[in-house]
């Protein structure tokens, strides 16, 4: 017999860069250490006047049928250590990316865009 592990599919779902980008937005705003999400420079879209809206200006994602890399761009908390906070950022990120989409991510790197004051501690 030969049984399979996952059921048989009915049909695709597709899931859309700004969603994978929101993902990744929030997981890495978890990170002790964040401040925010940075913009990305701009690029060949941005100079055709389609600016991404939301979290797809902080997050690039290039999204292939086999893998996933991701470009998240963040803004730290004044005292916060670079070398500690950026694999955190790697971990979470990933985990969230590929627990919510189950696609693999293959990389994530992180760009640290300014430092900037933590935000107020919820109440």
């Known amino acids: 017999m030969n049984d399979k592990p996952f059921a048989v ?3 695709t ?8 980008a929101t993902i990744a ?5 978890e990170v002790a250490g964040v401040a925010g999400m940075a913009q990305r420079p701009a690029d060949l879209a941005d100079i055709r006047g389609l600016m991404e809206k939301g979290a797809a200006r902080s997050v690039k994602v290039l999204n292939t049928e086999i893998d996933t890399v991701l470009d998240v761009y963040v803004n730290l ?9 950026a694999p ?3 971990r979470q990120v990933k985990n969230a990316v590929q627990s919510m989409t189950a696609k693999p991510v293959t ?8 430092i900037a004051e933590a935000p107020p501690a919820a109440q």
Request: proline letters at 0%; charged letters at 15%; glycine letters at 12%.
């Open 25 to 29: 937005g929030n997981a890495a705003m």
């Open 88 to 90: 955190q950022v790697q």
């Open 9 to 11: 599919s009915q049909g």
């Open 77 to 85: 908390c004044t005292g916060a250590k670079i070398h500690e906070v």
């Open 107 to 114: 990389r994530v790197n992180v760009y640290v865009c300014g």
């Open 13 to 20: 779902c597709i899931i859309s860069e700004e969603v994978i």
